[in-house]
């Protein structure tokens, strides 16, 4: 499909919404020709559509007027609908953030003059979801978000723009297997500008990398106020790892024998070495003199803490995790170890096309 055919311009374009029910676009315009039926425009936004009732925005198009007065009128500014099946998760839902970006861009739409109406509220269950701000924070910057409610609302707008879903993202390609494509085209310019383009959204200068230390951040994956159950994938140890590549900020003295603690003693001998060797060849090449270290739980910082942290750290040791998503915003010459799920390869393939180291051990199942 052509850029194009995601976005919908009119004069005095009518939105009528409320929970529950589709949203409905009234007006005459040029473009307004979505399709959704399921072998058309592909507008599915959600990763997971086996646990939705339907994958595809809910979206009616009308022509002429609803004959309803307009609610709110955004003048020149452009609506832009959002969907996500996740508002608590910023990270695997990061697809849908970047797709977003990438429809902006190829509408080459100025981000600072548009504003969000999402297609749906977050469930009751979700409390302070932490995808709302970076929502906002990236694509409602002419003003504040517009969610649905029982009460029903009409917004007047002469440009309405459908990103592409999050399903179809780039990152998400083959994320079964380690794909020669992303290989081929690493450094891809859509990821290194979405990077800066997500620091600037949120006020971050970043620390410039210095040979005269080494950042490390270790995501340790631990049960606490905000994720209370256990984590399918973590790291059992993550203060014994942090203390032992502290041992000697120097030279990097590791203590092999209690780095990490892996869930199956069988296969510990070879993954503590190849995270020694990682490490140890990680600072060798940076010849740094100290090192700093850092664990942390992303889930606990706000949006803008977490961009900051990623985007100051060298080094990030971390089990699969969708907080792994934030490679885009870290330094260019940053190193990225990370203990691999099993058949899921999603950050071997998103570090090449956004052009950063990344060593993948193989991680195994309890």
């Keep these: ?21 589709p949203i409905k676009i009234y007006g005459h315009g040029s473009g307004c020709q979505w399709k959704l039926a399921k072998d058309g425009l592909q507008l599915k936004y959600f990763l997971f559509p086996e646990v939705c009732s339907s994958p595809y925005a809910p979206l009616e198009l009308h022509s002429g007027s609803s004959g309803e007065k307009c609610t709110e009128d955004l003048g020149s500014k452009t609506l832009f609908l959002y ?3 996740d508002y608590w998760n910023p990270y695997i839902s990061q697809a849908q953030a970047l797709m977003a970006y990438t429809s902006a861009a190829a509408l080459d739409l ?13 469930s009751p269950k979700e409390n302070k979801p932490k995808m709302l701000p970076l929502i906002e924070g990236l694509f409602s ?10 009460q029903p609302r009409v ?3 002469a440009d309405v723009v459908v990103p592409v879903g999050g399903k179809a993202s780039f990152i998400r ?10 290989s081929k085209c690493r450094n891809a310019p859509l990821l290194q500008s979405y990077g800066p383009f997500l620091l600037r959204s949120f006020d971050i200068a970043a620390a410039a990398p210095t040979s005269a230390k080494e950042r490390i951040t270790v995501l340790a994956r631990q049960s606490n106020k905000v994720h209370p159950e256990p984590f399918r994938r973590s790291l059992t140890n993550a203060e014994e790892v942090e203390q032992a590549i502290q041992a000697d900020g120097h030279g990097m003295i590791f203590q092999k024998g209690s780095l990490l603690q892996m869930s ?9 070495l190849q995270v020694v060797a990682a ?3 990680s600072v060798a090449r940076s010849q740094s003199s100290t090192v700093e270290v850092a664990q942390a739980s992303p889930e606990l910082l706000t949006i803008s803490e977490q961009a900051k942290m990623f985007a100051n750290t060298d080094v990030l040791l971390a089990p699969h995790a969708a907080a792994l998503s934030w490679l885009s915003v870290m330094p260019k010459c940053a190193q990225v170890l990370e203990f691999c799920a099993p058949g899921n390869y999603q950050f071997v393939n998103y570090a090449k096309l956004a052009g950063k180291d990344h060593v993948c051990l193989s991680g195994v199942a309890d």
Excluded at 110 to 122: E, G, K, Q
Aim: with cysteine.
């Design 141 to 150: 910057r002419g003003g504040a978000s517009m969610m649905p409610s029982e």
């Design 173 to 182: 390609k083959n994320a079964g297997t380690e794909d020669p494509w992303a």
């Design 264 to 272: 199956q003693e069988a296969a510990q001998n070879d993954v503590l």
């Design 1 to 21: 499909a052509r850029s194009e055919d995601y976005l919908c311009r009119g004069s005095n374009l009518q939105i009528s919404f409320k929970s529950g029910a």
């Design 279 to 281: 490490l140890e060849d």
């Design 110 to 122: 100025d981000l600072a003059n548009t504003r969000v109406l999402y297609t749906s509220p977050p």
């Design 83 to 85: 969907s996500e099946h």
């Design 155 to 157: 917004v007047c707008a």
